[in-house]
Structure formats: C-alpha cells, structure tokens
C-alpha cells in the first residue's frame, strides 16, 4: 500500500510542470504558511510552496523579523523571483509588486519642476533636502544662489496648509519678508527647489535652489 501511495504521489506530482505554471517573472498570490527568522513560506498551489526572504518582504523599510509585518494566514502577493524544481524551491518577493514612495515621486514628476522641500542636513557644499516622506534629493550649494533664494523657516507646530501658504506668499513677493536678506542656507528650512535630474535606476533624484 506504501508503494502505490508513492507511485501514486509520483504521478500527481506538482512540481513536474511548476516552471510553465509558474514561470519567472508571474505574480502569485497565496497565504502565509509559516514564518521563520529569514523570511515567510507562502503556498502557492497544493503541495508547492516558496520563500519570501526577509529583504523580500518590503522596499520602505528594512524588516527583522517577518511576523513584525505579516501572519500565518494572511493573503499576500508575490513575484516569482527564481524557480529550483530539482531542489523545490522557489523564491519570492513581494516588495517588487509595491511601488516605493520614491518610484512614484519620479514617475509623477520632471526635470525643471519646482517644489518644495525641507532642508534636512548642510555640510560641505551640499544639503540633502526631503521632498516628502521617506523622500530625499540631493543639492549643491552654490555661491550666490543661496543668497538669491527665498525661504521660509520651520514654525514649531505649524500645519502643512500654512506652510504652503507662507511658501506661495513669499515665492511671490508678497511677504515683507521676501524682499529681506535671506539667511544661508541651513537645516530646517523649507525652500523651493527645481529638479535638475532624477534617476529611476538609482532611484536618486537631485535638486537646485529654485
């Protein structure tokens, strides 16, 4: 009864054809069935399952321990990274199906687009500037430009819409302020910048004073 169990198994085996089912490339989707330190198990038909790594599971953070973001039975998502159907095993990756924050800042904006940022650090000649959550851009100071540029300085609990309003009052001149001396540039400022490149490989993105 054994034997014919196993010849049986052979015969209806899953990873046979795993590689046309499945190929490289194709989006799966299944639960969770197991976490381990290095990553999540997730089924992705009967009898096959594949790994997720834990530096699979997002591209915003970086991740320690899989069971802080998923759970055993959870629904998830997956690319199909590589396929070992000798050693049946296939990696997974979901953070290739989520687009970063930083992807889509690119994708929805162009070099000579001016925006706002906030200075988040100025050493050496350059700053770094954060366009928004999680999203930093790099720019070069250059000598007469800083002196040239309008800024606004970071109010203690000040909202999101009146700093707008005071950065759309002061790029306009319509502000007092605008016509006084500009402070060099320094960390915590908000200012205008324009986009000088921007880089989807890289996912770098630099910036000049507006």
Not at 121 to 131: D, F, I, M, Q, Y
Request: aromatic share 4%.
């Amino acid at each position: 009864m054994r034997q014919k169990a196993v010849a049986c198994h052979g015969l209806s085996d899953p990873w046979s054809d795993v590689s046309r089912k499945f190929p490289v490339g194709s989006q799966i989707e299944g639960p969770v069935t197991k976490l381990m330190n290095f990553g999540a198990f997730v089924q992705i038909t009967e009898g096959i399952e594949g790994l997720v790594h834990v530096s699979e599971i997002s591209a915003d953070k970086r991740i320690n321990h899989p069971q802080d973001v998923l759970r055993a039975g959870q629904i998830v998502k997956a690319q199909v990274l590589a396929i070992d159907a000798d050693k049946r095993q296939i990696k997974l990756s979901m953070k290739q199906l989520i687009p970063t924050s930083i992807d889509e800042y690119i994708a929805e904006h162009k070099p000579g687009d001016v925006v706002s940022g906030r200075v988040v650090e100025e050493s050496g000649g350059k700053a770094t500037v954060e366009l928004g959550q999680g999203i930093h851009a790099m720019c070069r100071i250059v000598a007469g430009v800083a002196a040239a540029a309008s800024e606004v300085k970071t109010e203690a609990k000040a909202d999101l819409s009146s700093l707008s309003s005071m950065l759309k009052a002061r790029w306009k001149g319509d502000s007092p302020a605008a016509a006084a001396k500009p402070e060099p540039l320094s960390a915590g400022q908000i200012r205008s910048f324009k986009i000088t490149k921007l880089d989807p490989e890289t996912k770098k993105i630099e910036v000049q004073l507006g």
